[in-house]
Nanobody
Framework: QVQLVDSGGGLVQPGGFLRFSCAASGTIFSINAMDWYRQPLGNHREWVAT???????SYADPVKGRFTISRDNAKNTVYLQMNSLKPEDTAVYYCHADRVRSGFWDMPSDYWGQGTQVTVSS
């Protein structure tokens, strides 16, 4: 069984910054990609950023130039640095691990973190 534990978040003023981390634990052979999603209150969950096992990074347009995703493959940990935060960034942020294999022959599965609230307000 694989678990994702994310940490960070909280209340920050507009223009401020926060940093998240998300660590995958358990029996892990490989992880295809690690992502961040967010879900504003009353809205659907939306994709924020992805870091693939090949080292490719991609970002949703609303966060480009402000958010940076990074990954430590040895620790199965992904980070999200969020700068120049805006009130519209307020949401619950979720870590996601895409196509995780516990062994070479195992079928891949996806996993989600528990979610962390970010509130951007003065």
């Amino acid at each position: 069984q694989v678990q994702l534990v994310d940490s960070g978040g909280g209340l920050v003023q507009p223009g401020g910054f926060l940093r998240f981390s998300c660590a995958a634990s358990g029996t892990i052979f490989s992880i295809n990609a690690m992502d961040w999603y967010r879900q504003p209150l009353g809205n659907h969950r939306e994709w924020v950023a992805t870091f693939t096992s090949a080292g490719t990074k991609s970002y949703a347009d609303p966060v480009k130039g402000r958010f940076t995703i990074s990954r430590d493959n040895a620790k199965n940990t992904v980070y999200l640095q969020m700068n120049s935060l805006k009130p519209e960034d307020t949401a619950v942020y979720y870590c996601h691990a895409d196509r995780v294999r516990s062994g070479f022959w195992d079928m891949p599965s996806d996993y989600w973190g528990q979610g962390t609230q970010v509130t951007v307000s003065s």
